[in-house]
């Protein structure tokens, strides 16, 4: 029982034969019930208490990998329909050469989702995985006006990163009253 009218979203069980687009929209489905469990549980008890939410990956993440993978823009936006929108929302951009070097140097090998191999553009897993990262790209992208993501410079060092999102952090705090972000 989700307390905040969060959608649920049911699919029949995967039957042999089943199209791609209707596995891709199957698991979106079950991730975004993962999802709306996190946002009831760990989202909204601090919210209503006054508190301030920090969320990495969070609605804009299953946006861009959900209609990177084939699905309608706006089943996605349907099935995510639960969420609380952010006050303010980063998108850290970098090339997508720059991107992709950096999740495949710490890995050992990319995993079959994350690489894109169910989808099918490629048998070979970085040839995969850089289509995918370039949907996924493309896709936030599209997401920076529809959603007034704020765009930080990621190829920027860590540094420079930090002290930005703590600058614009703290002035929409002092806006809000809410004094000083460390």
Request: aromatic letters at 10%.
């Amino acid at each position: 029982d989700h307390a905040h009218d969060v959608k649920r979203v049911e699919f029949e069980r995967m039957v042999p034969g089943e199209g791609l687009a209707k596995r891709v929209e199957r698991a979106g489905a079950d991730i975004a019930e993962d999802d709306a469990d996190r946002t009831e549980r760990d989202i909204v008890p601090p919210l209503k208490a006054g508190a301030i939410v920090l969320a990495d990956r969070y609605i804009y993440t299953a946006f861009a990998r959900d209609v990177a993978r084939g699905c309608d823009r706006a089943w996605v936006r349907d099935v995510y329909s639960f969420a609380v929108k952010p006050t303010v929302a980063f998108f850290f951009r970098a090339p997508l050469d720059v991107a992709i070097d950096r999740i495949v140097s710490g890995r050992p090998h990319l995993k079959y989702y994350e690489a894109g191999l169910d989808v099918g553009w490629s048998d070979e897993p970085e040839e995969s995985f850089t289509i995918f990262q370039g949907k996924i790209l493309e896709e936030y992208d599209r997401m920076v006006s529809e959603f007034g993501l704020t765009v930080i410079d990621a190829s920027r060092s860590i540094e420079r990163q930090q002290r930005e999102m703590r600058l614009l952090i703290s002035q929409h705090l002092k806006k809000r009253g809410r004094g000083r972000a460390y």
